[in-house]
């Protein structure tokens, strides 16, 4: 058998599952945003989501952990733990708790256009503290500032522009959607503002992964860590927030659904393929993907709630992609060059 002839395989294998964890990623999160803006709708306590969100993920890896990183986790010392935590508080408690507010003011689909600010806080913070650089003149650089532009150019026409609504299929949870658009919108700056700060901790997130992974470098057992910290956090503002026992019950409702997908898919899945990526490509490669989730987002909102797609929101999104795959393009050749 000829080992060489596999390797080729083996590494175009391990190319391709890069971006497919992240366009997977983005699935999960589309979905987890829908659920989310539903049960929170119905009057869920926001940090007991996060709660049990965070604690679940935590469970749902430590198998993972336990058969792939046997005995790792007696190197987690102090400095380790400081990290994690802080990793925690940047990358969870403070941005989903500020994302689910504005989520709660705004629509799903609103509130991923957010998700498409962070690639270029990223990179500018990339840029401040010398994790990237950027050759304006180069072929690469220009490819990464027009993927970026156009991804950005993108997200703001679908937030700024409208045009003719397309009547594609009925909602599937109708009576949500009346009720949701009586809701809805109450206080739009507010949430705005609440998505916005989301938005910059997220970008601070991806940067402070590259440290985690240099002081603890067990995706799994990292992973377990944070959410678990991070659901560790969440309860304790929650208890401080809210005395009444009654926002901590769960029954076999939607409710429920919400924080098992969003615990095993949102949380634990989506946390073990960030810090796979971002051991391979860097840290302003996993934010580039947002864009998808406003195409997941838009389409599982209109056909579940009932929000209506636009031709400004078909035309901003096909930008946003076209920008995304510049930018990757602009990156895999800057680490072909390297």
Known sequence: MDIRAGAPEAKAGREWGLPASMVLVQLFMAGMIVLSKVSIAGGMFIFALLAYRGLLGAAFVVPFALGYERGKWREMDWHATGWIFLNALIGYTMPMSLYYYGLRDTTPSYAAIFMN??????????????METLQIRSIVGSLKIVGIMLSIGGTMLISLYKGKILHLWDPILEHHHRELTTKVAGNQLRG??????????????????SKVLKVYPYKYWSTMATCLAGGFQTTLVGIILSRDKNTWKLGWDLNLVTILYS????????????????????????????????????????????????????????????????????????????
């Open 263 to 338: 615990g095993v898919l949102a949380t634990a899945g989506r946390y073990c393929m960030t810090l796979w990526v971002v051991s391979k490509r860097g840290p302003t490669y996993p934010p580039m993907f947002n864009p998808l989730s406003v195409v997941f987002t838009i389409l599982l909102d209109s056909i579940f709630i009932g929000d209506e797609i636009t031709v400004g929101s078909l035309v901003g999104t096909a930008m946003a992609i076209v920008g995304l795959y510049i930018f990757i393009w602009g990156k895999s050749k800057e680490v072909n060059e390297k």
């Open 192 to 209: 705005t503002i609440f998505l916005a700060g989301s938005s910059f901790t997220f970008s601070c997130w991806y940067l402070t992964q």
């Open 117 to 130: 600010i962070s690639p270029l806080l990223t990179f500018i913070l990339s840029l401040i503290f010398r």
